[in-house]
């Protein structure tokens, strides 16, 4: 496994001044070289001993010499500047720290990236866009023009000028863009747009101006959806490998691969949907409950799956927060007449 950098260089020239730090190609090569080989004996009753081979792993570092890079010749002389061999708990490194990362799977096959075409068409977009504007650029303001003027007369633009000629028949005039040139362009750009609206990206596609349902939305945005949850799943299953590792590197187990996901998992949301849970399920959900049909924990998994409960807030604290809440007033009633005293109590007319 090879991987370039590039990093300041530890030569100085005599030119240097100390704040001046010169660049040097790089390579880092991660490498499993064979370790010394151990003899196991497979059996008692005679059999050949069998001998497996252990490997390690060794960091060494390339750089590409100065004075090839200075002089230019175009040969390429690489010179090895450092070897580092990584322990763990006084032991080699078995195996190549390294996981991939793709859009569909973590392998080191490079894969099509969901966005290629859509880069493509953005990159034709760009060269129309770029020919439109030269257009414009030459083609936008009016230009003056006369004839039978004087060629040694000065003639000057402004409200404040006027141009006069002692020739008969003198004339002038604006030249201005007509026709359906940069029209050409201009749909061409609307149907690139378009195609990259189709292919997933809603930014550049014209909004409609009628209403749209939630199931509409969510039914045309499906294809985007899917490009996105398998992404979410291949970054997923790779960065659940990047913290088995650091896990692994923690702790005694002999391998990541006997870290599993009981241990460690990382996942990534898979809910792009934009509709969250409407106040009919919400009922439906809580008389589910009230009848026995559900759990209490499966109502409020739910409702935090319809982002009606924050997605950090655990169900225990949820039923924390639910107990220690002041329940609401209740209506207002009329109180009871109180008993006046004696002297309060009105006396009977004579």
Request: proline share 7%; glycine share 6%.
């Amino acid at each position: 496994m090879i991987s370039t950098s590039s990093e300041p260089g530890p030569t100085r020239t005599s030119k240097d001044d100390g704040f001046v730090c010169e660049s040097v190609e790089q390579i880092r090569v991660l490498r499993l070289e064979p370790l010394a080989s151990r003899t196991r004996k497979r059996g008692s009753r005679g059999r050949s001993p069998h001998q497996t081979q252990e490997w390690e792993c060794v960091v060494e570092i390339w750089q590409r010499s100065l004075q090839t890079a200075t002089t230019g010749t175009g040969k390429k002389e690489w010179q090895l500047v450092e070897t580092r061999t990584p322990s763990r708990l006084g032991k080699p490194l078995p195996l190549i720290p390294f996981v991939f990362h793709g859009p569909r799977h973590s392998l080191p096959d490079v894969d099509k990236i969901p966005l290629d075409d859509i880069i493509a068409v953005n990159l034709y977009h760009y060269r129309l866009n770029a020919d439109y504007k030269h257009g414009m650029h030459f083609t936008a303001l009016p230009t003056a023009w006369v004839s039978g003027f004087d060629k040694s007369s000065t003639l000057r633009i402004g409200s404040s000028t006027a141009w006069v000629a002692e020739t008969p028949g003198a004339t002038a005039g604006f030249l201005e863009f007509h026709g359906q040139g940069l029209s050409t362009f201009e749909r061409a750009m609307d149907r690139d747009e378009q195609l990259m609206a189709v292919l997933g990206t809603r930014m550049l596609e014209s909004r409609k101006r009628v209403g749209e349902t939630a199931a509409a939305i969510e039914l045309r945005q499906s294809g985007e959806n899917s490009i996105l949850n398998t992404v979410s799943l291949s970054i997923s299953s790779s960065l659940t490998q990047v913290l088995r590792w650091v896990y692994w590197w923690n702790s005694t187990e002999p391998i990541p691969d006997a870290i599993g996901p009981d241990l460690v998992l990382a996942t990534l949301n898979t809910d792009f949907s934009i509709t969250g849970m409407s106040a009919l399920e919400i009922t439906a959900l809580v008389a589910a409950w009230q009848a026995g049909a559900i759990s209490q924990a499966t109502m409020l998994d739910l409702f935090r799956a319809g982002e009606v409960i924050a997605p950090g807030r655990t169900n225990e604290e949820e039923i924390k927060l639910l107990a220690t809440q002041i329940p609401p007033p209740a209506t207002a009633t009329a109180k009871p007449p109180v008993a006046a005293s004696k002297s309060e109590q009105p006396q009977p007319l004579n």
